[in-house]
């Protein structure tokens, strides 16, 4: 019987780790798949950029790397001490 605190990956996994890894690599051949599909159809773009190939795929791996740069930045920012809810202030 599963423990209520189980990972959600193992419940997805259901304890085989090869279904794990079945899943990564249909998830990258679906996404391979569309990127040469890019190839294959009329664009039409607002702007020239746009008719490039792949750029949306491009444009979304750089805004996804820079909002998890982003993330990573305002979490030194905003993060409070260990202790910061125990001190006795």
């Keep these: ?3 209520t605190g189980e990972s959600a990956r193992s419940a997805l996994a259901g304890g085989s780790p090869w ?3 079945a899943a990564s690599l249909a998830l990258v ?3 391979a798949l569309l990127f040469a599909a890019d190839a294959l159809y009329h664009k ?3 702007f020239r950029i746009e008719e490039l190939f792949g750029f949306y795929a491009l444009f979304g ?3 996804y790397v ?3 740069l982003t993330a990573k930045a305002l979490r030194k920012l905003l993060m ?3 202790d910061y809810y125990d001190s006795d202030v």
Excluded: D, N, S, T
């Design 1 to 3: 019987m599963r423990r």
């Design 19 to 21: 279904l794990g890894l």
């Design 29 to 31: 051949a679906v996404c």
């Design 44 to 46: 039409h773009a607002a």
């Design 61 to 63: 791996f750089v805004v």
């Design 66 to 68: 820079a909002l998890v």
């Design 80 to 82: 409070r001490p260990e």
